[in-house]
């Protein structure tokens, strides 16, 4: 089983200021990686797939990079609607899929 | 407008069963493989079950197996997770997904099921 590990547990950010959320596997999931953000109360969103590729609607403020086992994302100026926690989750090797323990952005 | 919207979250003794149902809307439910995920209460995600769009392939996590069988109705545009032998462990909101080549890009709104006596 791939084990997603993200850092940090939880980012303090200043609203316009960048975020940078890591996510690291035990194994190579090539490009095979996406990224959701969960507010309080609602289902996760996908916001990243195929590690780099911006989902239906997603600002493009989001960015994902990275290939293997090192993943980011990066949210360039923080708004205050992307206060959340963030997922990552591989689909390369599976079942199961696995997510990542997730990154909570607050509000520094 | 793509919707999927499960149901049949409830309150349940340990050992005892339920079968929660989602309903899809706004694509073609047969092309498309469908993915149970669940949360325990302040957790993070678990994938639960798979089911491809015919309906020939599942899979299931090690934690589930043997207790919990997935099933779909193309003709309904429905997908089933019928529980059994619940445990506490398995108290968490359930979300009905749609997979596209296993990343999830539509969600439910989920639906709780505790167990507890």
């Known amino acids: 089983e791939i084990v997603m590990t993200q850092s940090p547990a939880t980012l303090s950010v200043s609203p316009g200021e960048r975020a940078t959320l890591s996510c690291r596997a035990s194994?190579?999931?090539?490009?095979?990686l996406a990224w959701y953000q969960q507010k309080p109360g609602q289902p996760p969103r996908l916001l990243i797939f195929?590690?780099?590729t911006r989902a239906t609607g997603i600002p493009v403020r989001f960015s994902g990079s990275g290939s293997g086992t090192e993943f980011t994302l990066t949210i360039s100026r923080l708004q205050s609607e992307d206060f959340a926690l963030y997922y990552c989750?591989?689909?390369?090797?599976?079942?199961?899929?696995?997510f990542g323990g997730g990154t909570k952005v607050e509000i520094k | 407008e793509v919707q999927v919207v499960e149901s049949g979250g409830d309150l349940v003794h340990p050992g005892g069963s339920l079968r929660l149902s989602c309903a899809a809307a706004g694509f073609t439910f047969s092309s498309y493989e469908m993915i149970w995920i669940r949360q325990a209460p302040g957790k993070g995600l678990e994938w639960v079950s798979y089911i491809s769009g015919t309906g020939t392939t599942i899979f299931y996590a090690d934690s589930v197996k043997g207790r919990f069988t997935i099933s779909r109705d193309n003709a309904k545009k429905s997908v089933f997770l019928q529980m059994n032998s619940l445990r506490a462990e398995d108290t968490a909101v359930y979300y009905c997904?749609?997979?596209?080549?296993?990343?999830?890009?539509?969600w439910g709104q989920g639906t709780l099921v505790t167990v507890s006596s």
């Open positions: 195929d590690a780099s």
């Open positions: 989750q591989q689909y390369n090797d599976w079942p199961p899929l696995t």
């Open positions: 997904t749609r997979g596209t080549l296993r990343y999830l890009d539509y």
């Open positions: 194994q190579s999931v090539s490009s095979n």
